[in-house]
């Protein structure tokens, strides 16, 4: 079946940085899109940033773009996402998802049927 787990999250401070993993398993990660979202206390579920199967292209949400960076390795299965200049409003539980079209890497939620358990991310000095 569809596993999504996620890790490295962690505390930093404000400017500070760190590097979440999503490890993939039991569909052909290689064909998928993927994406990052996440769920900060008291908000609903926002999509952060998706990338193309191949790694072609990638998409960002305007609150991260520029300080984030999501990225694929498909020889491990793994997807990435580089957290630079974090801030506190970043603080969030942060969830890896596969789409229902391998093709989708953008931000509507509902496209896509699978998520990890998430990982915390906490800023704050």
């Known amino acids: 079946q569809v596993q999504l787990v996620e890790s490295g999250g962690g505390l930093a401070q404000p400017g500070g940085s760190l590097r979440l993993s999503c490890v993939a398993s039991?569909?052909?990660?290689?064909?998928?899109?993927m994406s990052w979202a996440r769920q900060s206390p008291g908000k609903g579920l926002e999509w952060v940033s998706g990338?193309?199967?191949?790694?072609?292209?990638?998409f960002y949400a305007d609150s991260v773009k520029g300080r984030f960076t999501i990225s694929r390795d498909n020889a491990k299965d793994t997807l990435y996402l580089q957290l630079n200049n974090l801030k506190p409003e970043d603080t969030a539980l942060y969830y890896c998802?596969?789409?229902?079209?391998?093709?989708?890497?953008?931000?509507?939620?509902?496209?896509?049927?699978?998520w990890g358990r998430g990982t915390q991310v906490t800023v704050s000095s």
């Open positions: 039991g569909f052909p990660f290689s064909f998928y899109a």
């Open positions: 998802a596969k789409p229902k079209n391998p093709g989708y890497g953008l931000g509507s939620i509902g496209e896509y049927d699978y």
């Open positions: 990338i193309y199967g191949d790694g072609s292209d990638t």
